[in-house]
Protein backbone atom coordinates (compact mmCIF):
# COMPACT_ATOMS: atom_id res chain seq x y z
CA UNK A 1 0.00 0.00 0.00
CA UNK A 2 1.82 3.55 -1.15
CA UNK A 3 0.93 6.00 2.18
CA UNK A 4 2.83 8.46 3.01
CA UNK A 5 2.39 9.31 6.39
CA UNK A 6 4.10 12.23 8.61
CA UNK A 7 4.22 11.97 12.21
CA UNK A 8 3.99 15.30 13.08
CA UNK A 9 2.38 14.87 16.85
CA UNK A 10 5.02 16.92 18.40
CA UNK A 11 4.42 19.74 16.16
CA UNK A 12 5.98 22.70 17.67
CA UNK A 13 3.63 25.80 17.50
CA UNK A 14 6.19 28.36 19.02
CA UNK A 15 4.24 31.27 16.80
CA UNK A 16 1.29 31.08 17.08
CA UNK A 17 -0.89 33.48 16.20
CA UNK A 18 -4.52 33.40 17.07
CA UNK A 19 -7.45 34.95 14.94
CA UNK A 20 -10.03 33.93 17.78
CA UNK A 21 -10.11 34.90 21.11
CA UNK A 22 -11.03 32.64 24.21
CA UNK A 23 -14.72 33.41 23.77
CA UNK A 24 -16.97 33.45 27.15
CA UNK A 25 -19.86 34.08 25.55
CA UNK A 26 -20.58 32.72 22.62
CA UNK A 27 -18.84 29.29 23.00
CA UNK A 28 -20.76 26.03 23.72
CA UNK A 29 -23.98 28.64 24.36
CA UNK A 30 -22.54 29.00 28.05
CA UNK A 31 -25.86 30.95 28.93
CA UNK A 32 -28.29 28.86 27.95
CA UNK A 33 -30.18 25.53 28.75
CA UNK A 34 -30.16 23.14 26.10
CA UNK A 35 -33.09 21.12 25.77
CA UNK A 36 -33.08 18.49 23.17
CA UNK A 37 -35.90 16.14 23.10
CA UNK A 38 -35.98 12.78 20.77
CA UNK A 39 -39.79 11.25 20.19
CA UNK A 40 -40.16 7.91 19.82
CA UNK A 41 -43.43 6.83 18.27
CA UNK A 42 -44.60 3.29 18.22
CA UNK A 43 -48.04 1.68 18.04
CA UNK A 44 -48.58 1.19 21.26
CA UNK A 45 -46.51 4.23 23.20
CA UNK A 46 -44.45 7.30 22.36
CA UNK A 47 -41.18 7.59 24.23
CA UNK A 48 -39.37 10.55 24.99
CA UNK A 49 -35.36 11.26 25.05
CA UNK A 50 -34.26 13.99 26.83
CA UNK A 51 -31.10 15.61 26.97
CA UNK A 52 -30.54 18.63 29.45
CA UNK A 53 -27.75 20.59 29.35
CA UNK A 54 -27.03 23.69 31.28
CA UNK A 55 -24.22 25.95 29.96
CA UNK A 56 -21.57 27.05 32.74
CA UNK A 57 -23.62 30.42 33.10
CA UNK A 58 -26.83 29.46 34.00
CA UNK A 59 -25.91 26.18 35.54
CA UNK A 60 -26.00 27.33 39.20
CA UNK A 61 -29.77 28.25 38.34
CA UNK A 62 -30.08 24.87 37.49
CA UNK A 63 -28.20 23.74 40.18
CA UNK A 64 -30.24 25.66 42.89
CA UNK A 65 -33.04 23.70 41.85
CA UNK A 66 -32.12 20.33 41.88
CA UNK A 67 -30.03 20.64 45.33
CA UNK A 68 -33.40 21.54 47.08
CA UNK A 69 -31.44 21.49 50.28
CA UNK A 70 -28.90 23.58 49.29
CA UNK A 71 -26.03 21.72 51.16
CA UNK A 72 -23.83 21.58 48.12
CA UNK A 73 -24.14 17.89 47.36
CA UNK A 74 -26.83 15.83 44.38
CA UNK A 75 -28.80 13.48 46.40
CA UNK A 76 -30.74 10.37 44.96
CA UNK A 77 -33.79 11.85 46.51
CA UNK A 78 -33.21 15.61 44.97
CA UNK A 79 -32.35 13.70 41.58
CA UNK A 80 -35.59 12.09 41.86
CA UNK A 81 -37.70 14.91 42.43
CA UNK A 82 -36.14 17.24 39.47
CA UNK A 83 -36.85 14.36 37.22
CA UNK A 84 -40.49 13.30 38.29
CA UNK A 85 -41.34 16.78 38.21
CA UNK A 86 -40.15 17.44 34.53
CA UNK A 87 -42.72 16.19 32.94
CA UNK A 88 -44.98 18.68 34.18
CA UNK A 89 -43.73 21.34 32.71
CA UNK A 90 -44.35 19.07 29.66
CA UNK A 91 -47.74 18.71 27.64
CA UNK A 92 -48.00 15.89 24.96
CA UNK A 93 -51.15 15.18 23.13
CA UNK A 94 -52.71 12.43 20.85
CA UNK A 95 -55.50 13.74 18.12
CA UNK A 96 -56.07 16.19 21.22
CA UNK A 97 -56.30 14.23 24.28
CA UNK A 98 -53.25 14.26 26.36
CA UNK A 99 -51.21 11.62 27.17
CA UNK A 100 -49.79 10.38 30.76
CA UNK A 101 -45.96 11.11 30.61
CA UNK A 102 -44.03 8.79 33.22
CA UNK A 103 -40.50 8.79 33.80
CA UNK A 104 -38.94 5.63 32.54
CA UNK A 105 -35.14 6.42 33.32
CA UNK A 106 -32.98 9.55 34.40
CA UNK A 107 -28.88 10.17 35.29
CA UNK A 108 -28.51 13.27 36.73
CA UNK A 109 -24.49 14.38 36.50
CA UNK A 110 -22.55 14.98 40.37
CA UNK A 111 -23.00 17.86 40.75
CA UNK A 112 -19.31 19.39 40.31
CA UNK A 113 -19.84 18.28 36.79
CA UNK A 114 -23.23 19.80 35.94
CA UNK A 115 -21.04 23.21 37.55
CA UNK A 116 -18.56 22.93 34.45
CA UNK A 117 -21.43 23.40 31.82
CA UNK A 118 -20.28 20.11 30.43
CA UNK A 119 -23.34 18.09 32.25
CA UNK A 120 -25.72 16.50 30.77
CA UNK A 121 -29.22 15.33 32.31
CA UNK A 122 -30.79 12.71 30.90
CA UNK A 123 -34.79 11.70 31.46
CA UNK A 124 -36.38 8.94 29.84
CA UNK A 125 -40.15 9.31 29.11
CA UNK A 126 -43.31 7.18 28.22
CA UNK A 127 -46.55 7.53 27.69
CA UNK A 128 -49.06 4.81 26.61
CA UNK A 129 -50.93 5.10 23.69
CA UNK A 130 -54.78 4.45 22.95
CA UNK A 131 -56.05 1.42 20.47
CA UNK A 132 -55.03 3.73 17.03
CA UNK A 133 -57.21 3.41 14.16
CA UNK A 134 -55.50 3.51 11.00
CA UNK A 135 -54.97 6.53 9.27
CA UNK A 136 -53.74 9.80 10.30
CA UNK A 137 -52.77 11.21 13.68
CA UNK A 138 -51.11 14.31 15.47
CA UNK A 139 -48.64 14.31 18.14
CA UNK A 140 -48.67 17.62 19.71
CA UNK A 141 -45.64 18.48 21.90
CA UNK A 142 -44.40 21.37 24.17
CA UNK A 143 -41.77 21.83 26.51
CA UNK A 144 -41.90 25.28 28.55
CA UNK A 145 -39.19 24.23 30.73
CA UNK A 146 -37.17 27.34 32.42
CA UNK A 147 -38.02 29.07 29.08
CA UNK A 148 -36.55 32.26 29.69
CA UNK A 149 -32.96 30.71 29.41
CA UNK A 150 -33.57 27.60 27.30
CA UNK A 151 -32.66 26.74 23.53
CA UNK A 152 -34.68 23.46 22.46
CA UNK A 153 -34.19 20.52 19.83
CA UNK A 154 -37.11 18.92 19.06
CA UNK A 155 -37.35 15.75 16.79
CA UNK A 156 -39.52 12.71 15.51
CA UNK A 157 -37.48 9.59 15.89
CA UNK A 158 -36.96 7.46 13.14
CA UNK A 159 -40.22 4.90 13.64
CA UNK A 160 -38.97 1.22 14.80
CA UNK A 161 -41.99 -0.05 13.63
CA UNK A 162 -42.69 -0.39 10.10
CA UNK A 163 -46.87 0.15 10.70
CA UNK A 164 -45.94 3.88 11.38
CA UNK A 165 -44.62 6.26 9.02
CA UNK A 166 -43.61 10.01 9.94
CA UNK A 167 -45.38 12.30 7.55
CA UNK A 168 -44.12 15.70 8.82
CA UNK A 169 -43.00 17.58 11.45
CA UNK A 170 -43.92 21.36 12.20
CA UNK A 171 -42.31 23.10 15.23
CA UNK A 172 -42.08 26.74 16.04
CA UNK A 173 -38.49 28.50 15.22
CA UNK A 174 -37.34 27.69 18.91
CA UNK A 175 -38.36 24.05 18.73
CA UNK A 176 -40.24 24.53 22.07
CA UNK A 177 -43.34 23.08 20.30
CA UNK A 178 -44.61 21.34 17.52
CA UNK A 179 -46.46 18.50 16.39
CA UNK A 180 -45.81 15.09 14.51
CA UNK A 181 -48.02 14.13 11.65
CA UNK A 182 -47.65 10.51 11.06
CA UNK A 183 -49.88 7.46 10.02
CA UNK A 184 -50.65 4.70 11.49
CA UNK A 185 -51.49 1.22 9.28
CA UNK A 186 -52.88 -1.79 11.66
CA UNK A 187 -51.06 -4.84 10.26
CA UNK A 188 -53.16 -7.79 8.74
CA UNK A 189 -51.87 -10.26 11.22
CA UNK A 190 -52.53 -13.76 11.25
CA UNK A 191 -55.33 -13.51 14.69
CA UNK A 192 -56.79 -10.81 12.91
CA UNK A 193 -57.57 -13.12 9.78
CA UNK A 194 -58.36 -15.60 11.59
CA UNK A 195 -60.78 -13.78 13.55
CA UNK A 196 -62.36 -12.54 10.66
CA UNK A 197 -62.48 -16.14 9.69
CA UNK A 198 -64.48 -17.89 12.26
CA UNK A 199 -66.82 -14.83 12.43
CA UNK A 200 -67.73 -15.42 9.44
CA UNK A 201 -68.44 -18.80 9.45
CA UNK A 202 -70.76 -18.17 13.11
CA UNK A 203 -72.42 -15.99 11.01
CA UNK A 204 -73.21 -18.19 8.18
CA UNK A 205 -74.15 -20.77 10.65
CA UNK A 206 -76.81 -18.21 12.33
CA UNK A 207 -78.13 -17.58 8.93
CA UNK A 208 -78.74 -21.30 8.14
CA UNK A 209 -80.30 -21.76 11.27
CA UNK A 210 -82.63 -18.79 11.05
CA UNK A 211 -83.36 -19.78 7.54
CA UNK A 212 -84.44 -23.38 8.68
CA UNK A 213 -86.66 -22.25 11.60
CA UNK A 214 -88.04 -19.84 9.06
CA UNK A 215 -88.73 -23.00 6.90
CA UNK A 216 -90.26 -25.05 9.24
CA UNK A 217 -92.90 -22.84 10.98
CA UNK A 218 -93.98 -21.94 7.06
CA UNK B 1 1.96 -12.99 -4.15
CA UNK B 2 3.82 -16.44 -4.94
CA UNK B 3 0.54 -17.61 -6.14
CA UNK B 4 0.39 -14.69 -8.75
CA UNK B 5 4.19 -15.62 -9.48
CA UNK B 6 2.84 -18.63 -10.57
CA UNK B 7 0.27 -17.80 -12.18
CA UNK B 8 2.68 -15.46 -14.16
CA UNK B 9 5.11 -18.08 -14.68
CA UNK B 10 1.87 -21.04 -15.93
CA UNK B 11 0.64 -17.98 -18.46
CA UNK B 12 4.31 -17.85 -19.84
CA UNK B 13 4.31 -21.34 -20.44
CA UNK B 14 0.90 -21.85 -21.69
CA UNK B 15 1.74 -19.06 -24.12
CA UNK B 16 5.07 -20.07 -25.19
CA UNK B 17 4.06 -23.99 -25.46
CA UNK B 18 1.22 -22.64 -27.60
CA UNK B 19 3.11 -21.43 -30.49
CA UNK B 20 6.11 -23.82 -30.70
CA UNK B 21 4.14 -27.09 -30.67
CA UNK B 22 0.47 -27.43 -31.08
CA UNK B 23 0.75 -31.27 -31.11
CA UNK B 24 2.12 -31.02 -27.45
CA UNK B 25 -0.51 -29.55 -26.86
CA UNK B 26 -3.40 -31.73 -27.24
CA UNK B 27 -1.46 -33.75 -24.45
CA UNK B 28 -3.94 -34.62 -21.92
CA UNK B 29 -1.22 -33.68 -19.20
CA UNK B 30 -0.48 -30.54 -21.26
CA UNK B 31 -4.38 -30.14 -21.21
CA UNK B 32 -5.15 -30.00 -17.63
CA UNK B 33 -1.88 -27.66 -17.55
CA UNK B 34 -3.48 -25.55 -19.29
CA UNK B 35 -6.85 -25.38 -18.00
CA UNK B 36 -4.86 -24.75 -14.58
CA UNK B 37 -2.60 -21.99 -16.26
CA UNK B 38 -6.28 -20.19 -16.94
CA UNK B 39 -7.68 -20.36 -13.21
CA UNK B 40 -4.17 -19.16 -11.69
CA UNK B 41 -4.02 -16.65 -14.68
CA UNK B 42 -7.42 -15.52 -13.67
CA UNK B 43 -6.38 -15.83 -10.04
CA UNK B 44 -3.57 -13.52 -10.89
CA UNK B 45 -5.43 -10.74 -12.41
CA UNK B 46 -7.84 -10.78 -9.90
CA UNK B 47 -5.27 -10.22 -7.01
CA UNK B 48 -3.54 -7.53 -8.79
CA UNK B 49 -7.09 -5.95 -9.65
CA UNK B 50 -7.36 -6.69 -5.27
CA UNK B 51 -4.16 -5.18 -4.87
CA UNK B 52 -4.09 -2.21 -7.04
CA UNK B 53 -7.73 -0.75 -5.97
CA UNK B 54 -6.36 -1.26 -2.34
CA UNK B 55 -8.16 -4.30 -1.04
CA UNK B 56 -9.07 -3.67 2.68
CA UNK B 57 -7.56 -7.38 3.70
CA UNK B 58 -4.38 -6.93 2.35
CA UNK B 59 -4.17 -3.65 4.39
CA UNK B 60 -5.56 -4.79 7.86
CA UNK B 61 -2.65 -7.34 7.39
CA UNK B 62 0.31 -5.48 5.89
CA UNK B 63 -0.02 -2.52 7.48
CA UNK B 64 -2.43 -1.29 9.94
CA UNK B 65 -2.82 -4.43 12.44
CA UNK B 66 1.36 -4.51 12.30
CA UNK B 67 1.40 -0.72 13.19
CA UNK B 68 -0.69 -1.37 15.87
CA UNK B 69 0.94 -4.40 17.58
CA UNK B 70 3.93 -1.93 16.86
CA UNK B 71 2.59 0.63 19.08
CA UNK B 72 1.25 -2.20 21.62
CA UNK B 73 4.73 -3.33 21.79
CA UNK B 74 6.30 -0.21 23.08
CA UNK B 75 4.15 -0.11 26.21
CA UNK B 76 4.90 -1.45 29.48
CA UNK B 77 3.00 -3.62 31.11
CA UNK B 78 0.91 -1.45 32.97
CA UNK B 79 0.16 0.89 30.34
CA UNK B 80 -0.79 -2.06 28.21
CA UNK B 81 -2.94 -3.26 30.90
CA UNK B 82 -4.57 0.23 30.86
CA UNK B 83 -4.55 0.19 27.18
CA UNK B 84 -6.56 -2.86 26.79
CA UNK B 85 -10.36 -3.66 26.68
CA UNK B 86 -12.37 -6.84 26.10
CA UNK B 87 -13.86 -6.35 22.49
CA UNK B 88 -17.66 -6.93 23.74
CA UNK B 89 -17.08 -3.80 27.13
CA UNK B 90 -19.65 -2.04 25.14
CA UNK B 91 -19.45 0.43 28.32
CA UNK B 92 -16.23 1.36 26.98
CA UNK B 93 -17.21 1.34 23.25
CA UNK B 94 -19.14 4.36 24.11
CA UNK B 95 -17.29 6.45 26.08
CA UNK B 96 -16.50 9.31 23.96
CA UNK B 97 -17.49 12.31 23.99
CA UNK B 98 -17.16 16.09 22.90
CA UNK B 99 -15.97 17.41 26.44
CA UNK B 100 -12.73 18.21 27.39
CA UNK B 101 -11.51 15.11 29.78
CA UNK B 102 -12.17 17.11 33.01
CA UNK B 103 -15.31 16.76 32.30
CA UNK B 104 -15.77 13.32 30.64
CA UNK B 105 -13.45 10.69 31.99
CA UNK B 106 -12.09 8.60 28.89
CA UNK B 107 -10.31 5.06 29.27
CA UNK B 108 -7.16 4.04 27.67
CA UNK B 109 -3.38 5.62 27.97
CA UNK B 110 -3.37 8.88 28.12
CA UNK B 111 -0.86 10.72 25.46
CA UNK B 112 0.66 12.78 28.01
CA UNK B 113 1.87 9.48 29.71
CA UNK B 114 3.52 8.08 26.58
CA UNK B 115 7.24 8.98 26.02
CA UNK B 116 8.90 10.01 22.27
CA UNK B 117 8.76 6.88 21.14
CA UNK B 118 5.59 5.52 22.26
CA UNK B 119 4.18 8.93 20.89
CA UNK B 120 5.95 8.51 17.68
CA UNK B 121 4.42 4.53 17.34
CA UNK B 122 0.78 6.09 18.46
CA UNK B 123 0.68 8.22 15.59
CA UNK B 124 1.93 6.32 13.17
CA UNK B 125 -0.90 3.72 14.34
CA UNK B 126 -3.39 6.30 13.74
CA UNK B 127 -1.49 7.37 9.94
CA UNK B 128 -1.93 3.90 8.46
CA UNK B 129 -5.32 3.66 9.89
CA UNK B 130 -7.06 6.95 8.25
CA UNK B 131 -6.01 8.40 4.88
CA UNK B 132 -3.43 11.65 4.90
CA UNK B 133 -6.46 13.73 4.27
CA UNK B 134 -7.53 12.15 7.68
CA UNK B 135 -4.48 12.06 9.66
CA UNK B 136 -3.86 15.64 8.90
CA UNK B 137 -7.65 17.00 9.88
CA UNK B 138 -7.06 14.77 13.23
CA UNK B 139 -3.77 16.54 13.85
CA UNK B 140 -4.92 19.98 13.01
CA UNK B 141 -8.07 19.43 15.30
CA UNK B 142 -5.43 18.31 18.22
CA UNK B 143 -3.58 21.24 17.58
CA UNK B 144 -6.60 23.59 18.09
CA UNK B 145 -6.66 22.03 21.27
CA UNK B 146 -3.46 22.83 22.10
CA UNK B 147 -3.61 26.48 21.28
CA UNK B 148 -7.17 26.64 23.21
CA UNK B 149 -5.38 25.27 26.25
CA UNK B 150 -2.93 27.81 26.10
CA UNK B 151 -5.37 30.54 24.85
CA UNK B 152 -7.43 29.45 27.93
CA UNK B 153 -4.11 29.56 30.38
CA UNK B 154 -2.87 32.95 28.91
CA UNK B 155 -6.29 34.45 29.47
CA UNK B 156 -6.10 34.46 33.42
CA UNK B 157 -8.96 31.53 33.40
CA UNK B 158 -6.09 29.01 33.44
CA UNK B 159 -5.49 30.00 36.87
CA UNK B 160 -9.12 27.57 37.93
CA UNK B 161 -7.45 24.79 36.12
CA UNK B 162 -7.08 23.05 33.03
CA UNK B 163 -9.93 21.81 32.10
CA UNK B 164 -8.29 18.96 30.30
CA UNK B 165 -7.36 20.64 27.00
CA UNK B 166 -4.13 20.20 24.78
CA UNK B 167 -2.84 17.65 23.03
CA UNK B 168 -1.68 15.82 25.96
CA UNK B 169 -5.17 14.92 26.97
CA UNK B 170 -6.40 12.87 24.24
CA UNK B 171 -6.93 9.11 25.10
CA UNK B 172 -6.12 5.29 23.14
CA UNK B 173 -7.64 2.45 24.07
CA UNK B 174 -8.71 -0.81 21.93
CA UNK B 175 -11.19 -2.99 21.88
CA UNK B 176 -9.78 -6.81 21.04
CA UNK B 177 -6.40 -7.43 19.85
CA UNK B 178 -5.47 -6.33 16.58
CA UNK B 179 -6.29 -9.03 14.16
CA UNK B 180 -6.92 -9.90 10.48
CA UNK B 181 -9.78 -11.87 11.21
CA UNK B 182 -11.35 -11.56 14.51
CA UNK B 183 -13.22 -7.91 14.83
CA UNK B 184 -10.96 -5.27 17.18
CA UNK B 185 -11.45 -1.34 17.66
CA UNK B 186 -9.20 1.30 18.37
CA UNK B 187 -10.43 4.63 20.09
CA UNK B 188 -8.95 8.27 19.80
CA UNK B 189 -10.14 10.80 21.41
CA UNK B 190 -10.23 13.76 23.93
CA UNK B 191 -11.69 17.23 23.49
CA UNK B 192 -13.52 18.00 20.37
CA UNK B 193 -12.20 14.74 19.12
CA UNK B 194 -13.84 10.97 19.25
CA UNK B 195 -12.75 8.67 16.81
CA UNK B 196 -14.29 5.11 16.76
CA UNK B 197 -12.42 2.76 14.19
CA UNK B 198 -13.60 -0.71 14.35
CA UNK B 199 -12.22 -3.43 11.68
CA UNK B 200 -13.60 -6.77 11.10
CA UNK B 201 -11.77 -9.14 8.71
CA UNK B 202 -11.39 -6.71 5.53
CA UNK B 203 -14.12 -4.22 6.31
CA UNK B 204 -13.57 -1.04 8.58
CA UNK B 205 -16.01 1.62 9.89
CA UNK B 206 -15.07 5.28 11.40
CA UNK B 207 -18.88 5.08 12.48
CA UNK B 208 -19.55 6.94 15.22
CA UNK B 209 -17.20 9.47 15.28
CA UNK B 210 -17.13 13.13 16.34
CA UNK B 211 -14.72 15.94 15.02
CA UNK B 212 -14.65 19.51 15.95
CA UNK B 213 -12.71 22.69 16.28
CA UNK B 214 -12.28 25.56 18.62
CA UNK B 215 -10.30 27.36 17.24
CA UNK B 216 -11.73 26.72 14.07
CA UNK B 217 -9.13 28.95 12.54
CA UNK B 218 -5.77 29.84 14.13
CA UNK B 219 -2.27 30.62 12.41
CA UNK B 220 1.05 28.45 12.70
CA UNK B 221 4.37 30.02 11.49
CA UNK B 222 2.34 32.48 9.27
CA UNK B 223 0.19 29.83 8.18
CA UNK B 224 -3.78 29.46 8.50
CA UNK B 225 -4.99 26.16 9.69
CA UNK B 226 -8.55 25.49 9.62
CA UNK B 227 -9.14 21.90 10.46
CA UNK B 228 -12.96 21.80 8.90
CA UNK B 229 -12.35 24.16 6.29
CA UNK B 230 -12.97 22.03 3.56
CA UNK B 231 -16.43 21.12 5.19
CA UNK B 232 -17.51 25.04 5.07
CA UNK B 233 -16.03 25.60 1.96
CA UNK B 234 -17.78 22.57 0.09
CA UNK B 235 -20.94 23.10 2.24
CA UNK B 236 -20.87 26.51 0.94
CA UNK B 237 -20.53 25.82 -2.51
CA UNK B 238 -23.25 23.25 -2.55
CA UNK B 239 -25.84 25.64 -1.12
CA UNK B 240 -24.70 28.42 -3.90
CA UNK B 241 -25.46 25.98 -6.15
CA UNK B 242 -29.12 25.18 -5.30
CA UNK B 243 -31.97 27.08 -7.27
CA UNK B 244 -34.20 29.08 -5.00
CA UNK B 245 -36.77 26.02 -5.18
CA UNK B 246 -34.32 23.90 -4.11
CA UNK B 247 -32.87 26.08 -1.30
CA UNK B 248 -36.76 26.55 -0.26
CA UNK B 249 -36.76 22.70 0.62
CA UNK B 250 -32.87 22.64 2.11
CA UNK B 251 -33.60 25.06 4.66
CA UNK B 252 -35.53 23.86 7.56
CA UNK B 253 -37.81 26.23 9.39
CA UNK B 254 -36.21 25.82 12.60
CA UNK B 255 -33.37 27.35 14.24
CA UNK B 256 -30.85 24.29 15.19
CA UNK B 257 -28.41 25.45 17.41
CA UNK B 258 -26.31 22.27 18.15
CA UNK B 259 -25.85 18.75 16.77
CA UNK B 260 -29.19 16.37 17.43
CA UNK B 261 -27.63 12.80 17.61
CA UNK B 262 -24.14 13.80 19.07
CA UNK B 263 -22.07 11.87 21.24
CA UNK B 264 -24.29 10.04 23.97
CA UNK B 265 -27.20 9.50 21.10
CA UNK B 266 -25.68 6.37 20.54
CA UNK B 267 -28.62 3.64 18.75
CA UNK B 268 -30.94 6.60 17.73
CA UNK B 269 -31.77 8.24 14.58
CA UNK B 270 -34.17 10.79 13.53
CA UNK B 271 -36.15 11.51 10.86
CA UNK B 272 -34.83 12.84 7.76
CA UNK B 273 -36.22 16.44 6.37
CA UNK B 274 -35.21 19.23 3.58
CA UNK B 275 -33.87 18.36 0.15
CA UNK B 276 -33.48 14.95 -0.88
CA UNK B 277 -31.08 14.35 -3.50
CA UNK B 278 -33.34 12.98 -6.19
CA UNK B 279 -33.66 16.42 -6.55
CA UNK B 280 -30.45 17.69 -7.20
CA UNK B 281 -28.42 17.71 -10.82
CA UNK B 282 -25.56 15.26 -11.18
CA UNK B 283 -23.26 17.57 -10.33
CA UNK B 284 -25.02 18.61 -7.42
CA UNK B 285 -25.15 14.83 -5.58
CA UNK B 286 -21.70 14.91 -6.57
CA UNK B 287 -20.71 17.91 -4.37
CA UNK B 288 -23.46 16.69 -1.81
CA UNK B 289 -21.41 13.23 -1.83
CA UNK B 290 -17.59 15.26 -1.50
CA UNK B 291 -18.75 17.11 0.98
CA UNK B 292 -19.82 13.61 3.08
CA UNK B 293 -16.13 12.69 2.35
CA UNK B 294 -14.78 15.26 4.25
CA UNK B 295 -16.13 12.99 7.10
CA UNK B 296 -15.91 9.20 5.39
CA UNK B 297 -12.74 9.99 3.82
CA UNK B 298 -10.70 10.69 6.78
CA UNK B 299 -10.56 6.42 7.23
CA UNK B 300 -7.66 4.86 4.95
CA UNK B 301 -8.20 5.77 1.14
CA UNK B 302 -9.53 2.11 0.17
CA UNK B 303 -12.04 1.60 2.82
CA UNK B 304 -13.19 5.00 2.94
CA UNK B 305 -13.52 4.37 -1.14
CA UNK B 306 -15.96 1.52 -0.52
CA UNK B 307 -18.24 3.79 1.81
CA UNK B 308 -18.27 6.29 -1.34
CA UNK B 309 -19.55 3.35 -3.73
CA UNK B 310 -22.39 2.79 -0.68
CA UNK B 311 -23.47 6.38 -0.30
CA UNK B 312 -23.77 6.40 -4.15
CA UNK B 313 -25.74 3.79 -4.48
CA UNK B 314 -28.14 5.49 -2.06
CA UNK B 315 -27.71 8.89 -3.19
CA UNK B 316 -31.43 9.04 -4.34
CA UNK B 317 -32.73 8.10 -0.86
CA UNK B 318 -30.22 10.78 0.77
CA UNK B 319 -31.44 13.97 2.06
CA UNK B 320 -29.53 17.44 2.97
CA UNK B 321 -30.95 20.21 5.22
CA UNK B 322 -29.53 23.17 6.17
CA UNK B 323 -30.91 25.53 9.13
CA UNK B 324 -29.64 29.02 9.32
CA UNK B 325 -28.44 31.92 7.13
CA UNK B 326 -27.56 30.68 3.84
CA UNK B 327 -25.33 33.32 2.79
CA UNK B 328 -21.52 31.79 2.36
CA UNK B 329 -19.40 32.13 5.22
CA UNK B 330 -22.31 31.58 7.79
CA UNK B 331 -22.50 30.13 10.58
CA UNK B 332 -25.05 27.72 9.59
CA UNK B 333 -26.40 24.41 10.75
CA UNK B 334 -26.84 21.27 7.97
CA UNK B 335 -27.15 17.71 7.62
CA UNK B 336 -26.48 14.87 5.21
CA UNK B 337 -28.63 11.71 6.18
CA UNK B 338 -29.23 8.93 4.21
CA UNK B 339 -29.54 5.21 4.72
CA UNK B 340 -26.32 4.20 5.81
CA UNK B 341 -24.70 7.84 6.50
CA UNK B 342 -25.81 10.48 9.21
CA UNK B 343 -23.86 14.07 9.26
CA UNK B 344 -24.43 16.74 11.07
CA UNK B 345 -22.61 20.16 11.17
CA UNK B 346 -23.19 22.76 13.88
CA UNK B 347 -21.46 25.56 14.39
CA UNK B 348 -21.61 26.78 18.29
CA UNK B 349 -22.29 30.41 17.99
CA UNK B 350 -23.77 33.09 16.29
CA UNK B 351 -22.10 36.13 13.83
CA UNK B 352 -18.52 36.36 13.17
CA UNK B 353 -17.42 33.99 15.78
CA UNK B 354 -20.02 31.12 15.24
CA UNK B 355 -17.41 29.37 12.12
CA UNK B 356 -14.75 29.52 14.95
CA UNK B 357 -16.36 26.94 16.91
CA UNK B 358 -17.49 23.82 15.61
CA UNK B 359 -19.46 20.47 16.59
CA UNK B 360 -20.12 17.83 14.40
CA UNK B 361 -20.64 14.27 13.84
CA UNK B 362 -20.32 10.93 11.75
CA UNK B 363 -23.11 7.89 12.38
CA UNK B 364 -24.21 5.17 10.00
CA UNK B 365 -27.69 4.47 10.69
CA UNK B 366 -26.91 0.46 9.76
CA UNK B 367 -23.55 -0.33 10.75
CA UNK B 368 -22.69 1.62 13.85
CA UNK B 369 -19.46 0.03 15.21
CA UNK B 370 -19.32 -2.39 12.59
CA UNK B 371 -21.55 -4.34 13.93
CA UNK B 372 -23.64 -5.65 11.44
CA UNK B 373 -19.79 -7.67 10.43
CA UNK B 374 -19.74 -9.03 14.09
CA UNK B 375 -22.83 -8.94 16.00
CA UNK B 376 -24.47 -12.28 16.29
Given at each position: ?????????????????????????????????????????????????????????????????????????????????????????????????????????????????????????????????????????????????????????????????????????????????????????????????????????????????????????? | ???????????????????????????????????????????????????????????????????????????????????????????????????????????????????????????????????????????????????????????????????????????????????????????????????????????????????????????????????????????????????????????????????????????????????????????????????????????????????????????????????????????????????????????????SNGLNHIHTIYRDPTNEYGAKWWRK
Amino acid sequence: MAKVVRKSYHLVIPFVLLLATWQTATGHQLDEYLQATLIDISPDEVRLYVNLTPGVEIADHVIDHIDSNADGKISGDEANSYATAFPKVLNATLDGKKLALQVEEFQVPEMAELETGWGVIQIELSASLPILASGEHHLQFSNHHEQHLSSYLLNAAMPRSDAIRIIRQERNHNQSDGRIIFSYEAPQSGNAAYAFSLGMVAMFVVLGLAITRLKRKV
Amino acid sequence: MSLAFEGQALIFLFLTTKQTNWEILMNKKLKILQTTAILLAAVNVASLAFCQSGGTAVITKGDIVAQAENFLGTLTEAQREKVMYDFNDNKQRQRWSNFPVGAFQRGGVRMGELNEQQRAAAMDMLGAMLSKKGYEKVRQIVEADEVLKNEHESSGAGRRGNPGFGRDNYFISFLGEPSVEKPWMVQFGGHHLGLNITFVGEHGTLAPSHTAAQPAIYQIEGKTIRPLGGEVEKADALMDSLDDSQKKRAILDVRVRNLVLGPGRDGQMIQPEGLKADGLSENQQKMLLDLAAEWTGILDEPLAATKMEQMKANIAETWFAWSGPAEKGSPAYFRIHGPTVFIEFAPQGDGSNGLNHIHTIYRDPTNEYGAKWWRK
